[in-house]
């Protein structure tokens, strides 16, 4: 049996959270002292998001065969498409994906990466952070208002 079939004895949860199971695989964005969680199973369905987190507006975009997710600022643009090829809504022109920021090769804009994210178990991040917001799997309904807290 591996440790992820196992029992979770390494790190105890202050409280229980019934929002999600104990090892569902959560990628969990930091901005300005707000943690929101994204369940990555539902990211894997959704490969690319357009979401809030504390008022900023970003983009996750997946990869569809492993748990790497890229974040990044994304103004006031939205955007839809597959892992390996993002366009902008209305406009359907193709953004490139790079490890620093996302560009538009016709107008030489740039989307910084957010740096504050992380991918765990949820019963390891919620130990450290019960505050912590968690999207449900319509991400792109309303960002603001499909979400469970505390």
Request: proline residues 7%.
């Given at each position: 049996m591996s440790?992820?079939?196992?029992?979770c004895s390494c790190v105890s949860m202050r409280a229980e959270d019934e929002r999600l199971g104990r090892k569902t695989k959560v990628l969990s964005v930091r901005l300005r002292d707000t943690n929101k969680?994204?369940?990555?199973?539902?990211?894997h369905q959704?490969?690319?998001?357009?979401?809030?987190?504390?008022?900023?507006?970003?983009?996750?975009?997946?990869?569809?065969?492993?748990?790497?997710?890229?974040v990044y600022k994304r103004k006031n643009h939205e955007?839809?498409?597959?892992?390996?090829?993002?366009?902008e809504v209305g406009?359907?022109?193709a953004w490139e994906i790079s490890a620093?920021?996302?560009?538009?090769?016709k107008t030489g804009d740039s989307l910084g990466r957010i740096p504050e994210v992380f991918v765990s178990f949820w019963f390891a991040w919620f130990s450290f952070y019960p505050d912590t917001l968690v999207c449900d799997g319509a991400f792109n309904?309303?960002?603001d208002a499909r979400l469970f807290t505390t």
């Open positions: 440790w992820v079939q196992g029992c969680a994204y369940v990555l199973d539902e990211l959704t490969p690319v998001v357009n979401n809030k987190v504390a008022g900023m507006s970003i983009v996750l975009i997946a990869s569809p065969n492993s748990d790497a997710v890229r955007f839809e498409g597959e892992s390996e090829k993002v366009v406009t359907n022109g620093k920021s996302l560009v538009n090769p309904v309303n960002p």
